[in-house]
């Protein structure tokens, strides 16, 4: 047997933890529900755990979890202590601006795409292990913040699928790059420790890991779901 879909996961506000599902509906925006909310300042930047010319550093996102009670309400926002804030009430937004000192807002429609290259990812299971291996700190996927985590028993595995139709349940994705990464993948997150991540991850050659691409056929994917190269 293949690799399998191990882990399903959506990330409702960008930058924010996100929730594991058993079964996601997919189309080309990505998963349902995914990355379609961010926290934007009064500059116009998306809060994220680095600056640039679209992002803000803002302090405390990644400790903080998003997700839904229902996928057509806006999402609620849960801190350190399990207060929850809804987005739909603008409590969301209270707690934000008090945590960060800011004037900022949770939008769904920022004017700026929420996703740093692609709307689909994947890592597998044995590359999260390598990874494990390198680092003092812990590691599992909130780490690189994939979608699905494929259950694979080679290390850099699903890099052999870039440049190939791949079907995950009833969906096909096209994947066409491995991610170069960046700082937040050594931030601090609950029950993870800030580490020297980026760096051992940068000894392959490059600070590549974790495949992207995108959805060439919307569907359904579940737990357990096969993997199949095309």
Known sequence: MGPLVEQIWRYPIKSMGGEQLELSLVDE???????????????????????SSRFTRMVGLLHLRASYHDETDPPIVTAADGSEHPVATGAADAYLQAMTGRPV??????????????PFSL????????????????????????NIVARTTEPF???????????????????????????????????????????????RGTPCVAVGGH????????????????
Do not use: N, Y
Request: proline share 2%; hydrophobic share 45%; aromatic share 4%.
């Open 29 to 51: 925006a990505g998963l349902r529900g995914d990355r379609v909310w961010a926290v934007q300042d009064d500059a116009g930047k998306l809060g994220s755990g680095k600056d």
């Open 157 to 203: 595995a699903e890099e052999a699928w870039v440049d190939r139709r791949v079907r995950i349940g009833d969906v096909e994705v096209a994947f066409d790059r491995v991610f170069m990464r960046c700082v937040m993948v050594g931030m601090s997150q609950p029950g993870l420790a800030a580490g020297r991540v980026l760096k051992q991850i940068g000894k």
């Open 123 to 146: 890592v597998g299971t044995a590359t999260l292990d390598w990874l494990a291996k390198q680092v003092r700190v812990g590691v599992d996927a909130r780490r690189l913040r994939p």
């Open 215 to 230: 959805v060439m056929q919307a569907g359904k994917i579940r737990l357990g779901d096969e993997i199949t190269v095309i």
């Open 105 to 118: 807002h949770v939008r769904r429609d920022t004017g700026i795409m929420h996703f740093d290259e692609v």
